[in-house]
């Protein structure tokens, strides 16, 4: 047994990384400017047939036993392909819980950034949700559920990740960054339409507006199961990456 709580025996690591319960998320997808999406992937992410943007805020809540686990997470991200299959790259996992900065970095690659989120539905319908970072609220969507929507059977997702580790010497990386998959399945228990709003401002940390809303903004309030698995695909060229890292620190 350890002499002081700096040393500690390593566990499995547990979180909801691998397992998400339902939980209620407002979410918007809308079209963008094909040229700017494009130029946000890295390679060997290739651009999708459409150029659809995601963005949503999840509401997790959850108890086990006499621990109560609160969290607000958001999340904007793009679609794109991998080697022709179809994914979402996410640019930014704002997180208002800070011990999930860091080990979702360094394990995973996810672009987590702290920021005060709120996600709200009233009694009459009215939603709003809203991520605010460095004094400004970056996201903002604001609408009201209009009725039921077709509850969609499970289906497969995924996402790409890149994990790597600057230099400490300098530019670049200590070692080749690492192209992650997060392969998933998605169970919806509900969905419904939200008539409504998407604002996105300027940020230069988390620069949304640079992939403006262009057309077919449709917005939904869903609850949402998944089951989540990450896998290594291998490294990529440090060179063509060493562009996209920087606005991670930002």
Known sequence: MSLTRWVQTPEQPHSLTSSVPPLPALEATYLTDPDALSEVLPPPLTA??????????????????????????AYFA??????GEPGEY?????????????ISRERYGEPKKLADIALT??????????????????????GRVTGALP???????RQFWFKFLPAAEGTGFDGDPLLIRFEQV????????????????DLPGCPVVD???????????????????????????????????PIRYQ
């Not at 996410?90 to 860091?102: F, G």
Request: net charge negative; glycine share 8%; with cysteine.
């Open 90 to 102: 996410p640019l930014v996992i704002p997180i208002d819980l800070e011990p999930a900065v860091a």
């Open 211 to 245: 992939l403006p809303v262009r057309g077919g903004l449709t917005m939904t309030w869903v609850r949402r199961s998944s089951e989540n698995t990450p896998k290594v695909v291998g490294p990529v060229d440090a060179a063509a990456f060493a562009r996209y890292a």
């Open 121 to 142: 539905r009233n009694d009459d319908g009215g939603v709003r949700g809203t991520v605010t970072r460095q004094g400004v609220t970056f996201i903002e969507m604001t």
């Open 151 to 157: 509850v969609p059977s499970p289906y497969a997702a």
């Open 48 to 73: 999708p047939d459409e150029p659809r943007v995601h963005c949503r805020i999840t509401d997790i809540d959850l108890t086990f036993g006499e621990h109560r686990h609160k969290e607000l997470v």
């Open 78 to 83: 793009v679609d794109a392909k991998l080697d």
């Open 186 to 201: 998605r169970r919806a228990e509900s969905a419904e339409r939200v008539e409504g709003d998407l604002i996105l401002r």
